[in-house]
Nanobody, 123 residues
Framework: QLRLVESGGGLVQPGGSLRLSCAAT????????IGWFRQAPGKEREGVLC????????NYADSVKGRFTISRDNAKNTVYLQMNSLKPEDTAVYYC????????????????WGQGTQVTVSS
């Protein structure tokens, strides 16, 4: 069964850091691109970053430039989202998703989704 499982969320103070993990089971990361998304209460789900099969990254959100980075460990079949200099507006449920192609432009082109992990940035 193909699954994506996110972990690493939690409560962090403004200016702090978190690293989220997205572990794939039932398939390998060679499937294609893995993207990170987030959804805050009352808002639409938005793209954050995507990493392609070759390791190239695509930034979906200007608000995270210079603060968030995406990486992958093929041996562990896991993709990471390193989040630094966190702000209260980064509070959201973070999801990872897989697309059987290069980083898509459209959220609807992702095939598989995880259940999400909550990130709360608050003092």
């Amino acid at each position: 069964q193909l699954r994506l499982v996110e972990s690493g969320g939690g409560l962090v103070q403004p200016g702090g850091s978190l690293r989220l993990s997205c572990a794939a089971t039932g398939f390998t990361l060679d499937y294609g691109a893995i993207g990170w998304f987030r959804q805050a209460p009352g808002k639409e789900r938005e793209g954050v970053l995507c990493i392609s099969r070759s390791g190239g990254s695509t930034n979906y959100a200007d608000s995270v430039k210079g603060r968030f980075t995406i990486s992958r460990d093929n041996a562990k079949n896991t993709v990471y989202l390193q989040m630094n200099s966190l702000k209260p507006e980064d509070t959201a449920v973070y999801y990872c998703a897989a697309a059987g192609r290069a980083c898509p432009r459209n959220i609807y082109e992702y095939d598989y989704w995880g259940q999400g992990t909550q990130v709360t940035v608050s003092s």
